[in-house]
Each structure stands twice: as structure tokens, then as C-alpha cells.
Nanobody, 123 residues
Framework: QVQLVESGGGLVQAGGSLRLSCAAS????????MGWFRQAPGKERELVAAISGPGITKKYADSVKGRFTISRDNTKKTVSLQMNSLQPEDTAVYYC????????????????WGQGTQVTVSS
């Protein structure tokens, strides 16, 4: 059983930055692809960024390319999301989750979700 705990959210003005962190416990962290998802009020949850187990392959939603950077530290069992140039449309609850690969994590993330961390961007 893998447990994931997200942190680092908060309130920031447009143009600002935040760094989200996700700490994992249990399981074999380095074998999982990891992803950051977000869900805004009234919208479906979407994949924002994903990273392969070794950290070599990364993918981003078009809406965040060039602004967000995903990274992982397999020795510490953490995955991070550096978010720059934040915009009000980035406001959402952000979740991390695991999957089999970066190619499939959007459609088939693990069934268990953490509580997420709220990111609010004011204009």
C-alpha cells in the first residue's frame, strides 16, 4: 500500500510561484510513474504533469508547459512540482498520484487519492 501526502499549496498573486511536494510511503517508489493532477471547482480532474520512474521522461499539459516543472527524488520518495508564472486559472486542488507509465497515468491513475493541496491564485 502506497500512501501519498501532498503539501506546499497556498494563496499567491498572479505571476507568483509555488512549489508543491508529495511524499510517498510504502511500495517501491522508483518503479512508479508519478503525476500531478488538479481539479478546479466544477471541472474534472486533469493531469498537469507526469514523470517516469527513473525521472527521464516528463510530460506536461499544454496549459502549463514552460511554467511548471516536475521532478522526483527516488531516494527520498518525493515528487515535486515547481509552478512559476501562476495564473488565476491555475487555481485548483492539486493531487499527486502514481501510475504504470507516463503514457497511461492520465487515463489510469491509482484508485487511491490523497487529500490534495489547495492552490489559489489571485488576480
Amino acid at each position: 500500500q502506497v500512501q501519498l501526502v501532498e503539501s506546499g499549496g497556498g494563496l499567491v498573486q498572479a505571476g507568483g510561484s509555488l512549489r508543491l511536494s508529495c511524499a510517498a510511503s510504502g511500495g517501491t517508489f522508483s518503479t512508479y510513474a508519478m503525476g500531478w493532477f488538479r481539479q478546479a471547482p466544477g471541472k474534472e480532474r486533469e493531469l498537469v504533469a507526469a514523470i517516469s520512474g527513473p525521472g527521464i521522461t516528463k510530460k506536461y499539459a499544454d496549459s502549463v508547459k514552460g511554467r511548471f516543472t516536475i521532478s522526483r527524488d527516488n531516494t527520498k520518495k518525493t515528487v515535486s512540482l515547481q509552478m512559476n508564472s501562476l495564473q488565476p486559472e491555475d487555481t485548483a486542488v492539486y493531487y499527486c498520484n502514481r501510475g504504470t507509465s507516463t503514457a497511461t497515468i492520465a487515463q489510469a491513475p491509482n484508485a487511491d487519492w490523497g487529500q490534495g493541496t489547495q492552490v489559489t491564485v489571485s488576480s
